[in-house]
């Protein structure tokens, strides 16, 4: 597994908490959309429901992972 350090410097306005947001892309992580459409057998109500298949091959721990995803 590839490891790196990121350094960041903050310099506040203002005293007091400052919050820090950092995501990165890595290889071996990938996502492919998929859908369940149904309809009643009498031509009646019809359902669409989309999910996401998540492969990951990266070595990573991703159990508390917050994941978002675009077909954008």
Wanted: aromatic content about 6%; charged content about 20%; hydrophobic content about 35%.
């Amino acid at each position: 597994m590839e490891q790196r350090t990121v350094r960041v410097t903050l310099k506040p306005k203002a005293p007091g908490k400052v919050k820090l947001k950092l995501s990165y892309m890595v290889p071996g992580a990938t996502w492919e959309p998929t859908h369940d459409l149904r309809a009643a057998p009498n031509g009646g109500n019809v359902s669409l429901r989309s999910y996401a298949i998540v492969t990951q091959t990266t070595g990573e721990d991703w159990s508390e992972a917050e994941i978002m995803l675009s077909t954008q």
